[in-house]
């Protein structure tokens, strides 16, 4: 599986971006898929996945309400919708596709895509 992360740029304080992740291969619809960021400095964090059939399945604490992540496993593409944004939330977001363990943590996850930046300015 490869993924490509787009969609990312620089919005202020209170906008809004969506992020799309296109994934190559037959396997997309088979897995759960997520969401991770990074800021600057700090460890990759996670946002939010959601389960091969579109069911969100869990969504960080920092983000509930703001973000809503969703696919279309016809186009074989994952989103992350992503509202109300804060200059914390500046950081580049990846999407991964989640294999084992504990969802929330990145080491569940095999495949990353190369990750798309955002900037939220205050």
């Known amino acids: 599986v490869q993924l490509q992360a787009s969609g990312g740029g620089l919005v202020q304080t209170g906008g809004s971006l969506t992020l799309s992740c296109s994934a190559s291969?037959?396997?997309?619809?088979?897995?759960?898929m997520g969401w991770f960021r990074q800021a600057p400095g700090k460890e990759r964090e996670f946002v939010a996945v959601?389960?091969?059939?579109?069911?969100?399945?869990y969504v960080a604490d920092s983000v509930k309400g703001r973000f809503t992540i969703s696919r279309d496993n016809a186009k074989n593409t994952l989103y992350l919708q992503m509202n109300s944004l804060k200059p914390e939330d500046t950081g580049v977001y990846y999407c991964?596709?989640?294999?084992?363990?504990?969802?929330?943590?990145?080491?569940?996850?095999?495949?990353w895509g190369q990750g798309t930046l955002v900037t939220v300015s205050s």
């Open positions: 991964a596709k989640y294999v084992i363990g504990i969802v929330g943590t990145w080491r569940g996850y095999d495949y």
């Open positions: 291969g037959r396997t997309f619809n088979s897995y759960p």
């Open positions: 959601t389960t091969w059939s579109g069911g969100t399945e």
